[in-house]
């Protein structure tokens, strides 16, 4: 009978599926309690279970480990031979923001305004990117997305990579992006002379102090008229950063930037700061690691910053930021939508020197403690949202394949606009007449 | 210009023309020969005399003098091949009319880009360096080695490898002159008339020639030549298939109308790059014996790469199409091999399919794989030697070896491998990477065009 039951629900499944395929830009994701068996489970926190059972109840991890008994009635993926492991984070995106790169009106990630930290990333993900499923199908379920351009660029958010409004998205996290004044060069098109850098960098730097100057002042006056201080909407945005409450991300790559941040950083007496990009971090690593303040870097398939340095200095910056002791997250940075390749941008630090365990951290539990999630996100525990994926083996590996992802206990279906073309194209028919 | 620039570099020192000929011996002893063509060999040496392999067997005794590599536990293959590459290279875009067959790439060769060095760093041994697809008929490329430390750029060049030149259909030869200097092609259809007509003036301008060598012969014959155009020798040599073409396109139409081009012109000799909707026309791809040289998975970065997927290169693979793995990117070639290796998780290739699409498939693109691509006797001694399996994220290259020469010693080499210190250089000169970028690296020297007051009017 039960039998029965699962095939008439199977073949429901595939009619629902066709319908949905048709109606929807993807087919939708299922709810349901179950339990992933036989599996050997990084759970990150606490070490490799053999053979063990993940138990999903409620959209939450439920139970854990080699001895977890399994309600009558509760579906089950066997997933002997497989691996489970906590979803992965990238800590630097722009997914639902950016839809083509090149074409500026499908782009929400760069508002105009140098100073517009109100400008909220949340209000304009949109749930149907196509770039979306193509992630997560991965195993990378949730994203820092983050507005670009200008000094105070906005509001980033970590968003769940399944979800229906932004709401529904939202992971937990929200935090001001600072783009620190910068003294690199942005690739060969940036034509400046040294000194007009130099310039573009102190006027940067001279305004930044500025608005703080004024954010503060603010702060005071807001506390004292307890809010009733009139509608400046860049400064109440920064409040909660002055005051403590929120994160500010601040983006620096050049070792002299880096420094000049961490200096900034201790005279404004930011607290809640992360350091992202970081990519001369390991010419500074003590500095960094003296200072406490975490980092999340990346891309690491990069090439160094400068002529002189090291061939292998992207590859080794996070390995050699954790070696140095800094709290490291690794982030894939993407001009082209492949946040998919979160796990390889991890691998490359691995092969070049950082230890394989550090760098899963990197983009699973460092990630969600930095973003204030770790309760919900980043390992396999007990409580936990069920947000996690099965695979064939080493997921930094290119041979290992992702078989299911699940999102806060949705099991995703396991197709993006990428897998249809290949099942459309693979043998296409009508072919061509020999 | 070209032969006044050789007289300079060549009387520059006599070091550097003793380098153009400098070719290595060596022995790598006891690794996992990957062939590529005839399996893999387990325990197995590598013998390269005068730059050529001479033997691979087991236990092959040392000769005398000549240096040996212990490879025990680690992988030894055939230098990878990069058959899409704008590196080495001091001009890109001859953006200035939609047909420039008349420049070439081999005259701008800059041996001293640190980039050639980091290229080593990964693997690469040979490599494409194309001109820019700002023009549907754009300039001839040159097939290089990486013979890093030589200051002759001719040392680069690869003797003897076929011609080829670059075409470009779509959205970069459409903005650069349609909406850059606004003349055809503004569309794919003039993309298509602009090509029909080169070639269709190319073929009157060789039957002239013909008409008037034959002509000339006759006695009374007192006809004058046509004039001289080495845009149409260029032009006429590609109809000829004395010149493969490597052509720029992403979108299936637009491959697909330059196959029907090729037809009806008799040209046999194509290779498509990037190629992202190659398989949408796969059949007839393959039926044509077209070629396609693709990216691993980019998309999305511009209208006409949106419909991309990454099972792009197992789909044609699948089809019989021979494909390779480029790079476009100065980064990513430095890890073709993993590249490569995303064709496992994005249509299931084997490793035998994965490493041809950056070794003999590629070599075949270029029309040299009877010379590298594969380790074979009597092939060139390009070998990178791996510490870890090149497919596996933890695979390293440890040694690139060209001509039987170390060219990357990853134990050994100092950080910093520039060949000469360029003194307008700030030390504190930090190029990042432009993360909002919509431009591509094949559009590179064309900025001025898309700055151009006519192309922001056109945008708007």
């Known amino acids: ?434 | 210009m070209k032969k006044l620039l050789t007289l300079f570099f060549s009387s520059l020192t006599l070091v550097s023309v003793m380098a153009q000929v400098d070719k290595g011996n060596m022995l790598i002893k006891n690794g996992t020969v990957i062939t590529i063509t005839k399996g893999n060999l387990e325990q197995t040496d590598v013998l390269i005399r005068d730059g050529k392999i001479v033997q691979i067997a087991k236990n092959i005794p040392a000769p005398a003098g000549v240096r040996v590599i212990d490879a025990t536990g680690q992988y030894v293959m055939p230098g990878i091949i990069d058959a899409h590459s704008h590196i080495a290279l001091d001009g890109i875009n001859e953006g200035t009319n939609p047909i420039t067959p008349e420049v070439s790439e081999e005259d701008v060769i800059n041996p001293f880009q640190i980039g050639i060095y980091r290229a080593l760093g990964g693997g690469i041994t040979t490599v494409h360096a194309m001109h820019g697809s700002a023009n549907a008929i754009g300039g001839q490329c040159e097939t290089i080695k990486l013979r890093y430390g030589n200051f002759d750029p001719d040392a680069l060049k690869m003797e003897g490898a076929p011609r080829t030149i670059k075409f470009a259909l779509g959205e970069n030869p459409t903005r650069s002159h349609g909406e850059g200097s606004g003349i055809v092609p503004r569309t794919r259809m003039g993309v298509e008339f602009v090509i029909r007509q080169a070639f269709s003036e190319a073929k009157e301008y060789s039957e002239a020639w013909s008409k008037y060598n034959k002509n000339k012969l006759m006695k009374g014959f007192r006809g004058a030549p046509p004039a001289y155009s080495y845009r149409h020798e260029v032009l006429s040599d590609i109809l000829n298939d004395k010149i493969i073409i490597h052509c720029h396109s992403y979108r299936a139409d637009e491959i697909y109308m330059m196959l029907k081009v090729c037809k009806d012109f008799g040209i046999k000799r194509i290779v498509f790059q990037h190629v992202n909707e190659g398989f949408k026309v796969a059949p007839e791809l393959a039926a044509q014996g077209a070629m396609a040289s693709v990216f691993s998975d980019w998309w999305a970065y511009k209208f006409e790469v949106y419909y991309s997927t990454a099972y792009n290169a197992a789909i044609l693979t699948r089809n019989g199409v021979v494909t390779s793995i480029n790079s476009d990117d100065a980064e990513m070639m430095r890890h073709l091999y993993h590249e490569a290796g995303k064709t496992q998780k994005y249509g299931a290739l084997t490793d035998e399919e994965a490493l041809a699409l950056i070794t003999i498939n590629p070599a075949k693109q270029l029309g040299i794989e009877s010379r590298v691509g594969s380790l074979e006797v009597g092939k060139e001694g390009d070998v990178v030697i791996f510490k870890n399996h090149p497919l596996s994220i933890y695979g390293v290259p440890m040694f690139t070896i060209v001509d039987g020469i170390v060219r990357f010693d990853r134990e050994k080499d100092p950080d910093d491998m520039r060949l000469v210190v360029d003194p307008k250089q700030t030390i504190d000169n930090a190029m990042l990477r432009d993360k909002d970028s919509d431009l591509d690296h094949c559009m590179e020297g064309a900025e001025f065009i898309l700055d151009s007051e006519l192309f922001n009017a056109n945008k708007q």
Not at chain 1, 64 to 77: D, E, F, K, L, Y
Not at chain 1, 133 to 160: C, D, K, Q
Request: hydrophobic fraction near 40%.
């Open chain 1, 1 to 434: 009978m039960k039998g029965l039951q699962t095939i008439i629900g199977f073949a429901a499944a595939i009619v629902c599926g066709v319908v949905m395929h048709t109606q929807a830009q993807s087919p939708k994701g299922k709810y349901a309690n179950v339990a992933l068996t036989n599996a050997t489970i990084e759970t990150v926190t606490k070490g490799t279970i053999q053979n063990g059972t993940v138990l999903i109840v409620d959209g939450k991890i439920a139970g854990v480990g080699t001895n977890v008994s399994i309600p009558a009635g509760t579906a089950i993926i066997d997933c002997k031979g497989k691996f489970i492991y906590p979803g992965m984070i990238d800590a630097g995106t722009n997914l639902g923001l950016n839809e083509i790169s090149a074409v500026a009106r499908t782009t929400d990630f760069n508002e105009i305004g140098e100073v517009i930290p109100q400008m909220k990333a949340l209000t304009a993900v949109n749930p149907n990117a196509s770039a979306i499923p193509v992630t997560r199908v991965s195993g990378v379920t949730t994203a820092l997305t983050i507005p670009t351009g200008g000094m105070l660029s906005g509001t980033a958010a970590l968003i769940n990579l399944h979800g229906y409004t932004p709401d529904q998205m939202y992971a937990g996290f929200e935090g001001i992006v600072l783009n620190f004044p910068n003294t690199g060069r942005r690739g060969f098109f940036d034509r400046r002379t040294d000194d007009d850098i130099k310039k573009a960098s102190e006027k940067a730097l001279a305004s930044l102090n500025d608005v703080w100057e004024k954010a503060i002042q603010y702060q005071k006056l807001d506390s004292a008229t307890k809010g009733k201080t009139g509608y400046y909407p860049e400064l109440q945005a920064l409040v909660p950063v002055i005051r403590g409450e929120q994160t500010l991300l601040v983006e620096t790559n050049t070792s002299k930037d880096i420094t000049a941040a961490l200096k900034w950083v201790k005279e404004k007496k930011v607290k809640k700061v992360i350091l992202t990009g970081v990519a001369e971090g390991w010419r500074v690593a003590d500095e960094i690691a003296k200072s406490g303040i975490p980092v999340i870097t990346g891309g690491v398939l990069e090439l160094p910053t400068r002529d002189y340095d090291r061939y292998d200095k992207a590859y080794a910056n996070a390995g050699l930021l954790k070696k140095a002791g800094v709290k490291v997250a690794i982030k894939s940075e993407s001009a082209n939508n492949n946040y998919r390749n979160l796990p390889y941008h991890a691998g490359f630090a691995v092969a070049y020197g950082m230890n394989k365990e550090d760098a899963l951290k990197a983009i699973t539990i460092i990630p969600a403690e930095l973003f204030g999630v770790a309760d919900k996100l980043g390992s396999i525990e007990v409580g936990k949202s069920a947000t996690l994926f099965i695979c064939t083996g080493d997921p930094f590996e290119t041979k290992t394949n992702v078989s299911h992802v699940f999102i806060d206990g949705w099991q995703m279906p396991m197709v993006s606009r990428q897998t249809e073309l290949y099942d459309e194209f693979l043998k296409r028919d009508p072919g061509v007449k020999k």
